[in-house]
């Protein structure tokens, strides 16, 4: 079993306001861990991993085709690979939630370790 705290990750700024960390993970799966500042966006991008996640604080507003849906405290959402989308923090209130990715994201660009 692997046990991987958020304390144990130095979380990397994958853009402006937009914090990532790594967390535990399998041959099929990971978790990462973000927080997303205020008026921080995630540009549009796509890659071959589902996402699923969870919104604990703050709401997040996605962009994919063309429509916006907005993730608050307790709602989770599903992105399929490959599929273009974007997130902005229009709030005042600092984004935190965790994504899981399948197969895992072993590597990502943005990690600084």
Same mark, same amino acid.
């Given at each position: 079993?692997?046990?991987?705290?958020?304390?144990?990750?130095?979380?990397?700024?994958?853009?402006?306001?937009?914090?990532?960390?790594?967390?535990?993970?399998?041959?099929?799966?990971?978790?990462?861990?973000?927080?997303?500042?205020?008026?921080?966006?995630?540009?549009?991008?796509?890659? *071959?991993? #589902?996402?699923?996640?969870?919104?604990? @604080?703050?709401?997040?507003?996605?962009?994919?085709? &063309?429509? =916006? %849906? +907005?993730?608050? *405290?307790? #709602?989770?959402?599903?992105?399929?690979? @490959?599929?273009?989308?974007?997130?902005?923090?229009? &709030?005042? =209130? %600092? +984004?935190?939630?965790?994504?899981?990715?399948?197969?895992?994201?072993?590597?990502?660009?943005?990690?600084?370790?």
């Amino acid at each position: 079993m692997e046990r991987v705290s958020l304390t144990d990750r130095d979380p990397s700024e994958a853009a402006d306001g937009v914090h990532l960390a790594l967390l535990a993970g399998t041959d099929a799966m990971n978790v990462q861990h973000f927080e997303i500042e205020p008026d921080a966006v995630v540009e549009e991008h796509s890659h *071959p991993h #589902d996402q699923t996640g969870y919104i604990c @604080e703050g709401e997040l507003t996605f962009l994919v085709e &063309g429509e =916006e %849906t +907005v993730c608050g *405290p307790g #709602d989770s959402y599903a992105i399929p690979g @490959e599929q273009p989308h974007a997130a902005e923090n229009r &709030g005042d =209130e %600092t +984004v935190r939630g965790v994504d899981i990715f399948s197969p895992p994201r072993e590597d990502p660009d943005w990690r600084d370790d």
